[in-house]
Every structure is written in structure tokens, then in C-alpha cells.
């Protein structure tokens, strides 16, 4: 059974920063591109960054140069980590990981805050 879990969300201020992970487990993790989502109330869930099995990233416009994925595939752990934050990144960021249609997976999200 495939599980992804988020951790590493809080409460913090403009301008600070959080690391976010997702460990993964019932999976061959090295071959599913794996993403970061995020959901803010009232809209809808938008691509953050993803990456590759091979290690290629792509990035929202709104996040490119504050934001870093990366995945550490000894370890079944996909990393986000979010620099310079601002109050419209506050979120319920989540992890997917996808190889096919019926191989699609998400994690439960967790809450990213920024606010003074």
C-alpha cells in the first residue's frame, strides 16, 4: 500500500523559512515524478515544483528562485524547501507522486502559514 507523508509545516513569518518533506513508502520510489502542491482557501490546488526520477525540476513562476525541490531516492524522501516565504504562500501543501494514471498518489497535506 502506497503512503506519502508531508511533514515540516507551521507557522511563520514573511521573509522566513520551512523545509517541507514527504517520505514515501509501498513504492518503487525511484520511478514516479513526484510534486508539491498547494491548496489556499477558496482556490484551487496549483503546482509548486516537481521533479523527475532523473532529477529534472520545474517550478511555478511564483516560486522560482525561493523555492527548492529535491528527492533523495536512498531515502524514499522528496524535500521542498521554501526561502523569502510570503503571506500569499500560506497553503495546504501536498505531495504526489505519479508514474501512470491509475499510479497516482497523494499525501494528506499539511498547513504552511506565513504571517506576521
Known amino acids: 500500500q502506497v503512503q506519502l507523508l508531508e511533514s515540516g509545516g507551521g507557522l511563520v513569518q514573511p521573509g522566513g523559512s520551512l523545509r517541507l518533506s514527504c517520505a514515501a513508502s509501498?513504492?518503487?520510489?525511484?520511478?514516479?515524478?513526484l510534486g508539491w502542491y498547494r491548496q489556499a482557501p477558496g482556490k484551487q490546488r496549483e503546482l509548486v515544483a516537481d521533479?523527475?526520477?532523473?532529477?529534472?525540476?520545474n517550478y511555478a513562476d511564483s516560486v522560482k528562485g525561493r523555492f527548492t525541490i529535491s528527492r533523495d531516492n536512498a531515502k524514499n524522501t522528496m524535500y521542498l524547501q521554501m526561502n523569502s516565504l510570503k503571506p500569499e504562500d500560506t497553503a495546504v501543501y501536498y505531495c504526489?507522486?505519479?508514474?501512470?494514471?491509475?499510479?497516482?498518489?497523494w499525501g494528506q497535506g499539511t498547513q504552511v502559514t506565513v504571517s506576521s
Open positions: 504526489n507522486a505519479y508514474v501512470a494514471r491509475n499510479y497516482d498518489y
Open positions: 509501498g513504492m518503487i520510489f525511484k520511478v514516479y515524478k
Open positions: 521533479i523527475t526520477g532523473g532529477g529534472s525540476t
